[in-house]
């Protein structure tokens, strides 16, 4: 789970009156999918994988400020 500060809470809260991207938000969806991601591969390579395949990203917001991130995918052995 991902939160952001109050500070660019408060910005992307006045941002959004006023439309377009809400760039504190972009950031942090893209930092949690990052650290999702990352935490799959490291899972991947402690059950000894090759690699893993048929990834998917799911999203939700847990809370005002929060965002939950899931990265998940089969892992592959080559043989």
Same mark, same amino acid.
């Given at each position: 789970?991902?939160?952001?500060?109050?500070?660019?809470? !408060?910005? &992307?809260?006045?941002?959004? /009156?006023?439309?377009?991207?809400?760039?504190?938000?972009?950031?942090? $969806?893209? #930092?949690?999918?990052?650290?999702?991601?990352?935490?799959?591969?490291?899972?991947?390579?402690? !059950?000894? &994988?090759?690699?893993?395949? /048929?990834?998917?990203?799911?999203?939700?917001?847990?809370?005002?400020? $929060?965002? #939950?991130?899931?990265?998940?995918?089969?892992?592959?052995?080559?043989?």
């Amino acid at each position: 789970m991902t939160s952001k500060n109050i500070g660019r809470d !408060m910005m &992307a809260g006045f941002k959004s /009156m006023v439309g377009g991207e809400i760039k504190t938000f972009t950031d942090l $969806t893209n #930092e949690a999918r990052t650290t999702a991601e990352e935490r799959m591969v490291a899972a991947a390579q402690q !059950m000894g &994988a090759d690699a893993v395949v /048929m990834t998917r990203f799911g999203t939700s917001v847990v809370a005002e400020g $929060t965002i #939950e991130m899931l990265c998940f995918g089969t892992a592959v052995k080559f043989v």
